[in-house]
């Protein structure tokens, strides 16, 4: 059997690299369907990242809602619609801003 493996490795080199991959592309597959769910390693790596990347996303992300409201406060108040500023704030940050800045801070903080 070695003689071969051996032979066909040595005429075919491509034949043991194919065999790995699917090798390789069984074992994912395998992992796909059977999962392993470590609940202690988890919660490890969440409270590392709240603690990691909670205040470079406060910096970030309080002047950017400094800046929206200050600019939505200059548009409203030439309609008279002054009210409606903690509502587009609201909005902005929470739905649009806020969702997108976190996850680019959080990449960054886990890329470093």
Do not use: W
Not at 81 to 92: E, F, K
Not at 96 to 104: N, R, S
Request: aromatic share 10%; proline share 5%; glycine share 4%.
């Amino acid at each position: 059997m070695e003689r071969a493996t051996e032979m066909i490795s040595r005429y075919f080199p491509v034949v043991p690299a194919l065999g790995r991959m699917a090798r390789f592309f069984l074992d994912a597959l395998f992992s796909i369907f059977s999962p392993k769910f470590y609940l202690r390693n988890l919660l490890e790596q969440m409270e590392r990242m709240c603690i990691h990347c909670m205040i470079p996303i406060l910096f970030v992300l309080a002047p950017m809602g400094a800046v929206v409201a200050m600019e939505s406060l200059k548009i409203f108040s030439i309609f008279g619609a002054t009210t409606m500023t903690s509502s587009l704030l609201s909005v902005t940050l929470f739905r649009e801003i806020a969702p997108v800045m976190t996850a680019i801070m959080v990449a960054s903080q886990t890329g470093a």
